[in-house]
């Protein structure tokens, strides 16, 4: 270790150790670590508005104490960034909460940093395996993909699917999918006839789609990314005609996500996914989050689950600080949220108290047109825990 480095960690560490209590502060600092810009922007302007959103709805106080917070960019799957700014935010900022984190890595590389400072870390969209048990001082508000998929699973089967060829994108979330689907799907009684992983951020799937289309599955489960990753997929599943062939596509909602359905287009119509939210959820709070969402964005943006995910992040922020009468003590923060229940845009959802993870309903919806705007409509209800 060079003695630079030496000096550095002996900072943080320093740093760590007597960094003072927000406790005797009036403000309340939560550091929010997404993605900004490059091509995955989307996300983090989504969790800004759902934390916007939330504060326009409930205020910006809680405890008698007010409510900050601080947005550092990423500018995509860039962990070691997402480590430094973790740091810099607890060490430099003071930070009382991490929050954010769009990317499982991400959230990997930032879960020591919460340990070490005993800070609370609320994840807003990371949806690795069990990635809460990285860290005692995380909880996850967004949804896990392992959990996620094995409605679609059993749908499809149930729909008269016998084969399946799963595509995933080639990092954690997408070999969780990848296992997920493949476990489920043969628990039913079906068959996997291939598999194949893609990079991250491709937009070329001509060669994988031809290869499942010599397969001749009856379904192809899907799970990439959005922003042009997605469209990229459906526009090669029309192209190539599969549907005419018998072969339906079916995945998570990441590749109808919300904020790409007008440029999915017709493409997508019928494909048939699995989510823990829609925009059009049927639901008083959401119609509310909706209306103020778009205050904030414009007429045509549309919310998504991290948009959500960062609404009910910090209503569990404001819930923990008011059990603790605005003690910001993370041992104390941590016990607040466990076994944690409330109303969210997407449903009831409760904080569990032995893995610290979200539980909520996955709903079935099917891609349309309806009154001329492309929507993602549910049709069919996956109660928590089935």
Known sequence: MTLLRRIKT??????????????????????????????FAEFGQQMQAGVKAYQAMHGDTVAGKRVEVIFRDTGGANPEIAKRHAQELFVREKVDFLAGFAFTPSALAAAPIATQAKIPMVVMNAAGENL?????????VAFEVASTVPPIAKWAYREGARTAYVIAADYAPGLDAEKAFIKAFEAEGGKI???????IVTVDFSPYIMRIKDAKPDVIFA??????????LLREYRTRNLEADGIKLIGTGDIVDEPIVNVIGQNGVGVVTVYPYSMHHDSELNRRFVAEF???????????????AAYDGMAAIYKALEKTQGDTDGAKLMEAFKGMEFESPRGQIRIDPETRDVIHNQYIRRFDKVDDVFVNVEFETFKAGE
């Open 223 to 232: 799970f990439v990314n959005g922003g042009d990753v997605a469209p990229a």
């Open 294 to 308: 778009l205050k904030l964005r414009e007429k045509n943006a549309r919310p998504a689950i991290m948009a959500v």
């Open 193 to 199: 006839i291939g598999t194949v992983r893609t990079p």
């Open 132 to 140: 809460p048990s990285r860290s005692p001082y995380m909880i996850r």
């Open 10 to 39: 002996s900072v943080l560490a320093v740093a760590l150790v007597v960094a003072p209590s927000a406790m005797a502060q009036d403000v309340v600092k939560v550091g929010l670590i997404t993605s900004l810009t490059g091509p």
